[in-house]
């Protein structure tokens, strides 16, 4: 599978996780979060070229996708994720709260999506 793919893969999984969370269905969003993450381990096992396929996303149209994103993109491009994520950070709902706990972990040294 091409990064491109790959990267499509993870954006679709991500927003339909959100879907289905919103809609109070944790079974089928177990199915897409698991998708996106087997993209996103894809991406990862291909090195920096796969983690520069991924950095397109972090101007995804929706919010979700860009802190997913950004959150697998800290080590790597430490100064455009933490923009991404403070900038959804500062708003309130489930994915600014998500925003906020990546960080979080970020700056507590606990962060651990993507070891190099």
Known sequence: MKLEELVERFALNVAAQTEAIWRGDAKTGNKHARTYGAAVDKLLAHGDAGR???LVLLKHERMDVRVMAAAHLLRYRTAE???VLEEAA??????PFCAQQALQRWEEGTWALDPG
């Open 90 to 95: 500062s708003g309130e709902g489930m994915i």
């Open 52 to 54: 520069d396929a991924l």
């Open 81 to 83: 994720a933490k923009a």
